[in-house]
Every structure is written in C-alpha cells, then in structure tokens.
C-alpha cells in the first residue's frame, strides 16, 4: 500500500471551527473506480459548497489508509456522517471492513451516541437495501443529491444522533430500517437543468495510464442523461431510473466551459445511459472537438449511431467503440426487449471503421431466461462476422445473467455456476481461431453471489457479516456453511419465485 500522499488539486480543506457536521464520503473500491464515479464528485463539491459542511473522502485500495481520509487524515470515525455509495453488491464486504477497520460497530444496532451515523445509496440499496439493513442506520432510496442535504439539515440541527436518524423518516427518499417504514419512495428528479452538476472536479497528479489515474484519464465528468427510456428486461436501469432525462445543450455547453476553467484537464467524458437518443448529442460532440477538447462516450445504442456522431468521437481521441448486443440472435434480443437487429449492428461496426475506429468492444449476457444453445452459438457467429465485416480488433465481454430487483425478469432463475461456465465454454470455443478477437467477463462464481446478494432478504445479512471477516470467494462459501443460511442457492430458488419479493415496499 502506497504511504506518499497522492496530490490531487481542487481537494478543499474546511477550516472545522466554521462547520457543524462531518461528513466522510466513503467508496468501498479502489482509488481509481471511485475517483471515475461521477457521485465522488457530486458529493464532494455539493456538500463542501455548503458552509456547515466538512466532507472529505476515503476509499478501500490504492490510498494510504482506508480509514483516514485524503484530505486530511480524518479518521473515519470522527465523522457525523460516513456516507458510503455502493454501486456493486460485492463491495459491501469493503463497507463493512472500513467500517471496523476504524472501531465503528459493523451491526447498526451496536453502535452508540457518540457513533457516526452510517449512509448508504447507489443503485445496488435503490433497488434492493434489504440484505444489507443490519449494518446501515439510513438508505437514500433513488438520486441521493436529492436526498443529501435534508439529511445533512437533520443532522446539525438535531439534540442527538438517535434523534437525527428518528427525523430521517420525514424525508422522502431515505429508508431507516430500524424503523419499519412500511412504504418507501424512490426519487427521481424531473428536469436535469435544475441539478447541480460539479465543476470543479478533483484530478490526480499521477501519470495517465497509471493505477491512480481514474478509468477514462483525466478528464471533466459530464453528466448528459440520467435514466434509460427502454426497458430491457433484465436491466436496472432501465426500471428503477426512469423515465430518460436528458440536459439541454446550453446546460451541458454552461458545465463544460465553466468545468474546464476550474478543473485542469483537456477532455471530457460524457455519463449516461443510451446517450445516442439524445437530440443534440451530434452538435454536443462536434462542439466539443471543436474546442480541441478530448472527447470519451460510453456504450451507445447500435441503432443510434451516425457516421457524423463517431467521428467527433474519434477526432476526440475515442479509438474504441463499445456497444451492447447483448444477445447473438434477434429472437433473443426480441425476447429480452432490447429490440436490436443483426443488421442495425453490423451496420454501427461497419460505421465504426469507416470514422477511424481501431476496436469494438461488445457487451454480451450468458444464462439468460429462454436462451437456448442456439442463442449462446449466435454470439460467437456475430462477433466473427462482425470481425469479417469491420476488420476492427474486438473485445467481446460475455457476463452471466443477474435476476436484478425491479426487474421484469427479478424472479427468473439464474443457471448454476457449471451450466454458466459451460455455455462459456461455447462461446470461447466458437472464437478461439478467430483471428484479432478477444474474450473476457466475469466469473460466473462472482456473478453467482452477486446474484444472491440482488434478490436476498435482510435474513443473507448473517452471511454477509462472517464474509467480510473471511474475504475471498471461498469466504462466501464458508459463511453460507458457518450460518446454515442458504444462500449462494438463493438465484435458482424456484420457492423465491412465489413469494413477497423483499423489494416490495419501495414504491416509485
Ligand atoms: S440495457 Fe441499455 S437500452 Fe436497455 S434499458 Fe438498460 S440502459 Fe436502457
């Protein structure tokens, strides 16, 4: 572990005898994927705007020490608040390893008036808290920036911490599980506009390329849309985060040009979900190069894409272009509600290559409800024609299927990890002699806890208490032993099936 102290600039340091509440934001990860969440820095700059307010950060890899802060060594405990934004199911092993790590009870019904008050949102406790209700005081359920500063109001204005939590009930979008609310609204706001956006984002001094250096370089996070106007199946985001919103041009040009005059960096990174819809997106991006500004774009929608759009990305600097089949035959596609045809797709590879792309990367789904094996060789036959067609370098990413809360499909089963790795198997041996084709994913044994994690009820929390003590994968397994608690059986459970989902209460 790294002892230097990373400089970074625009931290901000809080004199603390002008502010009355502490808040730790927390990212249960490593260095690199918190500092690349737009929500680090939302947080961040959000709560420190705020005279009040102390917030600095911690994180679980890759920095001096997970319990004291970056900015300026604040033990984690000494915080009102340590706020924790959990984006993979997993990672609530991280939490809960900080949490005891500084001497903060992990079970929230341990901890004492002088504890700091535990938070938690993101996706993963937006669509499911349940499982991870033992360790957490309140979840903000939906856009946690709607939440935050009522939450932070509550704290400094309250005689107590068990009266601060007591008063969280009030706020609509925050769940206290100690309190047995019986129905819980998840928040969404309705025009992006109105939002704060951050612009003065915190960029770390380290070379590109380097493990400290967030996933798309150094660059100014934009956040275009929120939410996703299609309705995958099997997708989160496109249930819980709906319906699509999007900036207007003048608020996405406002936060770039006042962005890059606070933040020190020449590139711009666009976050959102099936961006390609977006009216305006073309000029947006060919605005932006023409600033001579890097662009990045993440995963488009094949049928969405224009010849015009993919080359701003490339004078932008972008190489690779990443799209999401995620099937190999329409009728899984079809199945799936995703809706995309052979030919919309190979359509945007062909494109791809014309602008001056060098690689695709394609995003498939193994395990599926309905799939056959026809289905799992199609995948394969797509990623070797659209090699043939495009002549790109493809990196083909294939991931088990994971039941998600909310979900159309959150009561379909997910296969065994055997039947997962053998339906792998399938595609690898399909594309093994295909020349400039990679294969990666996830392991089907991560998707499997994921899963259990996705669909459990607060009784898995035992479970997840002994995994954080063991870590590792093999932890699950002996924690799953050690509580007589099923649950990495939990995703093929045909009994779940029938029951009140654990989900129910959150209503949006
Ligand atoms: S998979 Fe993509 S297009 Fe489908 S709902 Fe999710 S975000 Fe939207």
């Known amino acids: 572990m790294p002892k230097i102290r990373l400089k970074e600039h625009n931290i901000i340091v809080k004199d603390l005898r002008q502010t009355s509440v502490l808040v730790g934001y927390c990212y249960p990860s490593t260095y690199r994927a918190g500092m690349t969440s737009l929500a680090t820095h939302l947080f961040y700059e959000g709560l420190n705007r705020r005279v009040d307010t102390s917030c600095e950060r911690y994180f679980r890899y890759d920095v001096p020490s997970p319990i004291r802060s970056l900015e300026t060594s604040r033990p984690l405990k000494e915080n009102h608040v340590v706020a924790f934004s959990l984006t993979w199911e997993e990672d609530v092993l991280n939490l809960l390893q900080m949490l005891d790590m500084d001497g903060i009870e992990t079970l929230s019904e341990n901890r004492g008036p002088e504890s700091p008050i535990v938070l938690v949102g993101g996706p993963v406790v937006s669509a499911n808290p349940e499982p991870y209700a033992d360790f957490v005081d309140a979840f903000a359920i939906g856009e946690g920036d709607l939440v935050i500063h009522d939450i932070v109001d509550v704290v400094r204005d309250s005689p107590s911490r068990s009266d601060a939590i007591a008063s969280m009930t009030e706020i609509p979008g925050v769940y206290v599980p100690s309190a047995g609310q019986s129905s819980v609204k998840r928040l969404i706001m309705d025009d992006l506009d109105d939002l704060f956006h951050p612009v003065a984002q915190i960029v ?3 070379p590109d390329g380097t493990k400290l250096d967030p996933v798309f ?8 849309t929120r939410g996703c106007g299609y309705s995958c199946k099997f997708c989160m985001v496109g249930h819980i985060c709906r319906p699509r919103r999007a900036r207007s041009l003048d608020c996405l040009k406002e936060i770039v040009e006042q962005g890059l005059e606070k933040t020190p960096v020449r590139k711009v990174s666009m976050i959102g979900s099936s961006l390609g819809d977006l009216d305006g997106l073309e000029s947006f991006a060919s605005w932006i190069v023409s600033q001579n500004l890097q662009l990045s774009a993440p995963s488009l929608r094949a049928d969405s894409i224009t010849l015009e759009l993919l080359e701003s990305f ?7 272009l990443t799209i999401a089949p995620e099937a190999g035959s329409e009728r899984m596609r079809r199945a799936m509600g995703k809706g995309l045809d052979d030919e919309e797709i190979e359509r945007a590879a062909r494109l791809a290559k014309e602008a001056g792309y060098i690689a695709l990367k394609l995003y498939f789904i193994i395990g599926l409800p309905e799939e056959s094996e026809e289905d799992i060789i199609d995948i394969s036959k797509m990623v070797k024609n659209l090699s043939d067609v495009s002549g790109l370098r493809i990196t083909a990413s294939i991931n088990p299927f994971v039941p998600k809360a909310h979900t159309r499909w959150e009561r379909q089963s997910q296969p065994g990890v055997e039947q997962l790795r053998e339906r792998l198997r399938i595609v690898q041996n399909g594309l093994r002699d295909v020349p400039r084709v990679e294969v990666e994913g996830i392991d089907p044994r991560s998707a499997r806890i994921q899963a259990a994690l996705s669909v459990g009820d607060r009784s898995i929390g035992r479970v997840i208490h002994l995994a954080a003590q063991y870590g590792g994968l093999g932890g699950w397994r ?10 990495l059986s939990l995703p093929s459970d045909t009994e779940r099936h029938k029951a009140k989902l654990p989900w129910s209460f959150l209503v949006s």
């Open 204 to 206: 770390p001094d380290v």
């Open 217 to 224: 370089g150094k660059s100014l996070l934009v956040e275009v």
């Open 478 to 487: 002996r924690a799953e032993k050690e509580s007589g608690l099923r649950f």
């Open 314 to 320: 490339v004078k932008g600097g972008q190489r690779t």
